[in-house]
């Protein structure tokens, strides 16, 4: 079957690079650092079957290092931002030890649980600042000559990273690696009586997973020039749950198309005060008992029907978690 | 006055009480939790809501309807059982058939509308419940309030009744056969879905008196549960949820220890039982408890 992933790749990059035109910036980077995030959360549960509940302590967690680095000792907003992503993996290594050693819910309240001890180290600690968070992060020139304290210049920079992300975990899900994931997911027993160290291509995926998380969160630090308690919190954890399941589990742009809506949402209602929690709760809902396979999901799938007999359905895991 | 390892006793036993409370909340909580996904093999991510909705059960009952305290001990679990009911035919009924991560996620949803729509209703800042047991008693070496007295009495007897009814009566046989092989079970004639359907009323129900139970403690708070039923996840990861006495054990064992840390090093108390869930899956994966799998 004829693959469509990279030209729909290109032209969601050629609408990025122009919406700036249309669309304010600052939104923009803020829907692409989720969407990043959402791809990388995607990853685990759309490719390995692994439900993290607590991704919010590599997202947050790299925000508070990219955003203190930045700010307390001066350095420059690149090595800020690799900073806060390299202790993301580093993070996501401990945890992902930890995590591994049980599968399917209790996986999902492991990785809450740890999730809630890095909200508390972080609500300790002395130098995120507390309640107050890390607040007017400077924007430095990124390598010494690239002016981001203009929101579009910044914009383009931000575009790249998701690209980047975005290459990374589409090569990662097409490799050898990724159809060992693949089999995991599918059947777990039968990956490891075929010789394969589960535990190690695990591990692996739980590090890069959380260490892109820790990417998305890091430029978003620098892009809102703040770093808050609110990102190592489990309702952000369960946001980005949210995104990837309204997307589409298991799909290469379900997360995206996912984190552009619930971002979106956010937006208009954010008037609306404890509304907003009450929203995200009936969309969990009905979307899992009406629209399991999320939004790019359920396009495939319609697509599919269309095209009856010409080829398997594209990217639809069917059941994007069966390891339990 | 004397010092015990350094610590006056008076602050070391009265820890050890307020750790003694929260394992009462933790054993009823993840007994709940596991009644639950024994029979269900649902994890109810809502019971930290439903717990919330007990001690807002009790508040409401005795602000608008004047039912006093334990008017409500009964009532409350009655009410809110009955919509966890309500909650397991309308939609999680639908989800047994699918992975059991879909059960996680739809009952996650229902927790952030419920804890939406309290939040929306009466703040964050909590509501204050009158005790209605005051006064306590000097033991000589702490002050012992009565009503914190109740709540360790009453909760370990519901524990206790709990296991008994699954351990050791008939319809507790009929559960325990139904957890292990639903088919045969209704081979046999019994009626599984409607005993699923109760169990999870049963679970819900406990969470509920868990609450009504927590109301004169704690403020009446709408994030009461959320806070509460992550650190209770942890409680049932150590313990493992194959056997009940061992949610009840685990329950009050972390909470002691919980207290203990308040102690000697207040810094670790929030991570504490973090730590011991990391340290536990190290050694013993499948939990103090469990039995692997």
Same mark, same amino acid.
């Given at each position: 079957m004829k693959n469509y992933d990279m030209p729909i790749f290109a032209a969601l990059i050629a609408i990025l690079l122009v919406a700036p035109l249309a669309i304010y910036p600052v939104f923009l980077m803020k829907v692409l650092c989720f969407a990043l995030f959402a791809l990388a959360f995607n990853l685990l549960i759309g490719y390995v079957g692994l439900l993290s509940f607590g991704h919010a302590m590599f997202f947050g967690f790299a925000a508070y290092v990219s955003a203190y680095t930045v700010k307390a000792w001066g350095w420059p907003t690149e090595i800020g931002i690799l900073a806060g992503t390299g202790v993301a993996a580093v993070l996501g290594l401990i945890a992902g030890l930890i995590a591994i050693r049980r599968q399917g819910i209790y996986f999902a309240m492991v990785t809450l649980a740890l999730a809630q001890m890095v909200f508390f180290f972080c609500l300790q +600690?002395?130098?995120?600042?507390?309640?107050?968070?890390?607040? +007017?992060v400077p924007r430095r020139p990124v390598l010494g000559f690239i002016d981001i304290t203009s929101d579009i210049h910044f914009y383009y920079l931000v575009l790249a990273i998701f690209a980047a992300g975005f290459l990374i975990i589409y090569r990662t899900i097409h490799s050898p690696f990724g159809q060992v994931l693949k089999a995991i997911r599918e059947n777990e027993p039968r990956a490891i009586s075929l010789g394969y160290h589960v535990d190690r291509y695990k591990l692996l995926a739980f590090v890069l997973s959380a260490t892109l998380a820790g990417l998305a969160g890091a430029t978003k630090a620098i892009v809102f020039q703040l770093a808050s308690l609110t990102d190592v919190t489990w309702q952000m954890s369960g946001e980005v749950v949210l995104m990837t399941l309204v997307g589409g589990m298991g799909t290469v742009f379900g997360p995206i198309a996912g984190a552009a809506v619930i971002i979106t949402m956010q937006n208009y209602l954010a008037g609306f005060g404890e509304w907003v929690l009450v929203i995200q709760g009936v969309i969990f809902v009905i979307t899992v008992l009406?629209? %399991? %396979?999320g939004i790019v999901g359920e396009i495939a799938a319609l697509a599919t029907r269309l095209t009856r007999g010409r080829g398997e359905a594209g990217h639809i895991a069917g059941n994007p978690a069966t390891t339990s | 006055m004397f010092e015990l390892i350094g610590v006056p006793p008076q602050a070391l036993f009265g820890q050890l009480l307020l750790g003694l409370i929260n394992g009462a909340f933790y054993a009823l909580l993840s007994l709940g939790l596991a009644v639950i996904f024994g029979m269900l093999n649902v994890i109810n991510f809502a019971h930290g809501a439903q717990y919330m909705m007990g001690a807002f059960g009790a508040w409401m009952m005795l602000t608008y309807l004047g039912i006093p305290y334990w008017g409500a001990l009964l009532l409350v679990p009655i009410v809110i059982g009955a919509l966890g009911i309500l909650l397991e035919r309308l939609f #999680? =009924?639908? #989800? *047994?058939? #699918?992975?059991h991560l879909y059960g996680l996620l739809l009952t996650f949803g229902l927790a952030l509308i419920f804890e939406g729509l309290f939040r929306r209703q009466y703040g964050s800042s909590g509501l204050p419940y009158t005790n209605p047991i005051p006064g306590g008693t000097n033991l000589g070496f702490m002050f012992l309030p009565w009503y914190r007295g109740w709540v360790i009495i009453v909760s370990i007897v519901v524990c206790l009744a709990t296991w008994f009814m699954i351990e050791k009566t008939k319809l507790g046989s009929y559960l325990r056969a139904a957890t292990e092989n639903p088919t045969l079970v209704r081979a046999f004639g019994i009626n599984v879905p409607r005993m699923m359907t109760l169990t999870y009323g049963f679970g819900v129900g406990l969470a509920a008196l868990a609450g009504v139970l927590a109301a004169p403690i704690y403020s009446v708070n709408p994030i009461m549960g959320s806070n509460l039923i992550i650190v209770v996840f942890a409680v049932v990861v150590i313990g493992g949820m194959g056997s009940i006495m061992g949610s009840i054990l685990t329950g009050f064992g972390l909470g002691i220890i919980e207290g203990l840390t308040k102690v000697f *090093?207040?810094? =670790?108390s929030n991570t504490v039982i973090f730590v011991i869930m990391a340290i536990v899956l190290m050694i013993r994966p499948a939990g103090l408890f469990g039995t692997p799998r």
């Open positions: +600690a002395k130098f995120t600042g507390g309640e107050d968070g890390i607040q +007017a009406l629209f %399991r %396979r | #999680l =009924a639908r #989800l *047994y058939h #699918l992975d *090093y207040p810094e =670790a």
